[in-house]
């Protein structure tokens, strides 16, 4: 299950948004949330220099595929001794290439992960997870600070 949704920004730039930390070799910006029931939510929005508050932005979801983790589907230039899993979907530098081939656009990406590794045994354990996914939308977009496009 891929999302997408288009919102906008505003307000003076700051050093680094709210909230977040800069990590590893491409020094973006990462929040990591913990919804319940056992979900957890890693955004990552580019480095400082390059988010522009008062830039569109685009909130890019991306549930994970079964069985794999975070770090897996971000990727990594892997080792012999490395999971396979890490050489597969390189999610963050698709959206480090999305970002270099947009630059009037803030886009963020959520990794969102779940306890079981698996969306549809997620949903079924979850009858009520319409309302904990709208939920988590809507504070994953606050802690942004960003409102839909109108």
């Given at each position: 299950?891929?999302?997408?949704?288009?919102?906008?920004?505003?307000?003076?730039?700051?050093?680094?948004?709210?909230?977040f930390?800069?990590?590893?070799?491409?020094?973006?910006?990462?929040?990591?949330?913990?919804?319940?029931?056992g979900?957890?939510?890693?955004?990552?929005?580019?480095?400082?220099?390059?988010?522009?508050?008062?830039?569109p932005?685009?909130?890019?979801?991306?549930?994970?595929?079964?069985?794999?983790?975070?770090?897996?589907?971000?990727?990594?230039?892997?080792?012999?001794?490395?999971?396979?899993?890490?050489?597969?979907?390189?999610?963050?530098?698709?959206?480090?290439?999305?970002?270099?081939?947009?630059?009037?656009?803030?886009?963020?990406?959520?990794?969102?992960?779940?306890?079981?590794?698996?969306?549809?045994?997620?949903?079924?354990?979850?009858?009520?997870?319409?309302?904990?996914?709208?939920?988590?939308?809507?504070?994953?977009?606050?802690?942004?600070?960003?409102?839909?496009?109108?």
């Amino acid at each position: 299950m891929v999302s997408v949704f288009v919102l906008c920004a505003g307000g003076a730039r700051a050093e680094s948004m709210p909230g977040f930390t800069v990590s590893g070799q491409f020094r973006e910006q990462v929040r990591v949330f913990q919804f319940e029931p056992g979900v957890t939510v890693t955004m990552v929005a580019a480095p400082e220099r390059d988010f522009h508050p008062q830039q569109p932005s685009t909130l890019i979801l991306y549930a994970l595929p079964n069985g794999n983790t975070t770090a897996q589907t971000i990727g990594k230039a892997s080792g012999p001794k490395d999971d396979w899993h890490f050489d597969i979907q390189h999610i963050g530098a698709q959206t480090r290439l999305l970002r270099a081939a947009n630059p009037g656009r803030n886009l963020v990406i959520a990794y969102l992960e779940n306890t079981q590794k698996s969306w549809p045994a997620w949903r079924a354990a979850n009858k009520n997870n319409p309302a904990l996914i709208a939920d988590m939308v809507a504070k994953l977009r606050a802690a942004l600070r960003i409102r839909s496009a109108a």
